[in-house]
């Protein structure tokens, strides 16, 4: 069974910073493009930001570019979030996703494989 299990969420004050895990099993996700998506309580899921299979290309929403940086080891865990400068605002329930030769990186119907989500809150 194919798994992404996401880990390194958590409780974390303004300005603070947070790094997100993606772990994959029951397959290989090294040819995969990895995205990560976010979804706070009576809101839609979003796109946060999203990396090439070969990791050359990285694509982010406006409302995280410069804080958050997307990277990935296909050695170990497909991909890491590295969240800076944390906002109030970023709290959410962040995912993270694979699909195949990806063209719009905030369509979700271009992902075909989640994980159940971690959970980070930004305390004012």
């Known amino acids: 069974q194919v798994q992404l299990v996401e880990s390194g969420g958590g409780l974390v004050q303004a300005g603070g910073s947070l790094r997100l895990s993606c772990a994959a099993s029951?397959?290989?996700?090294?040819?995969?493009?990895m995205g990560w998506f976010r979804q706070a309580p009576g809101k839609e899921r979003e796109f946060v930001a999203g990396?090439?299979?070969?990791?050359?290309?990285?694509y982010y929403a406006d409302s995280v570019k410069g804080r958050f940086t997307i990277s990935r080891d296909n050695a170990k865990n497909p991909v890491y979030l590295q969240m800076n400068s944390l906002k109030p605002e970023d709290t959410a329930v962040y995912y993270c996703a694979a699909g195949r030769k990806i063209t719009a990186w905030h369509g979700r119907w271009e992902y075909n494989y989640w994980g159940q989500g971690t959970q980070v809150t930004v305390s004012s």
């Open positions: 990396i090439s299979w070969s990791g050359g290309s990285t």
């Open positions: 029951g397959r290989t996700f090294s040819s995969y493009d």
